[in-house]
């Protein structure tokens, strides 16, 4: 009953910025914490950054510094700004959300990943 789509994912050379954007959608009651994960080939998923529905945020160390998370409640939007890319950035990323839904128990959401390659 709840749908992230994600958007912004590019090839970008090291040094460069994307941002990313997540859009929840559907019969939302509540959206609690948002946040952003990425996957890179061979390895696990890792917590990139996360923001709770007060503002408050949490960032990966790899991410501190160079990325900035923040949200619009009103649009129940995340976004994730990345600058000082690096290849090791290279990643699907994933938007998630804890949320409510009309009707249903309280639930952790994820979107389909976007593709973000850092490349010279």
């Known amino acids: 009953q709840v749908q992230l789509v994600e958007s912004g994912g590019d090839l970008v050379q090291p040094g460069g910025s994307l941002r990313l954007s997540c859009a929840a959608s559907?019969?939302?009651?509540?959206?609690?914490?948002m946040g952003w994960y990425r996957q890179a080939p061979g390895k696990e998923r890792e917590l990139v950054a996360s923001i709770s529905s007060g503002g408050g945020t949490n960032y990966a160390d790899s991410a501190k510094g160079r990325f900035t998370i923040s949200r619009d409640n009103a649009k129940n939007t995340v976004y994730l700004q990345m600058n000082s890319l690096k290849p090791e950035d290279t990643a699907v990323y994933y938007c998630?959300?804890?949320?409510?839904?009309?009707?249903?128990?309280?639930?952790?959401?994820w979107g389909q990943g976007t593709q973000v390659t850092v490349s010279s």
């Open positions: 998630t959300a804890v949320a409510t839904a009309d009707y249903d128990l309280t639930r952790r959401y």
């Open positions: 559907g019969s939302i009651l509540r959206v609690n914490t």
